[in-house]
């Protein structure tokens, strides 16, 4: 088996011996598996900034409105 690993902007060639096949495969399922998690955390992160911004822009209308109301200019 051969395992490809970017260093320092180069992919290199790794020949992985025949006694290390499962562990080494066990371990490139768990990088892959840990990647798409943090992908995910980023998606759901970005999601609830999006939120948070919007609730903040609530806010303000929500305090504009009632400052208008208070001076009677609304």
Same mark, same amino acid.
Request: hydrophobic fraction near 35%.
């Given at each position: 088996?051969?395992?490809? $690993? ?6 290199? /060639?790794?020949? !992985? ?8 495969? *066990?371990?490139? =399922?768990?990088?892959? +598996?840990?990647? &798409? *998690?943090? $992908? =995910? /955390?980023? +998606? !759901?992160? =970005?999601?609830?900034?999006?939120? !948070?911004? %919007?609730? +903040? *822009?609530?806010? &303000?209308? +929500? /305090?504009? %409105?009632? $400052? ?7």
């Amino acid at each position: 088996m051969v395992v490809s $690993a970017s260093e320092g902007g180069k992919t290199r /060639l790794q020949v !992985i011996p025949k006694g290390f096949l499962v562990e080494v495969q *066990a371990k490139v =399922r768990r990088y892959q +598996e840990h990647r &798409r *998690a943090r $992908a =995910r /955390l980023g +998606e !759901i992160y =970005r999601k609830m900034l999006k939120v !948070i911004d %919007q609730m +903040e *822009a609530m806010r &303000r209308e +929500e /305090l504009s %409105q009632s $400052a208008k109301r208070r001076s009677g200019g609304g």
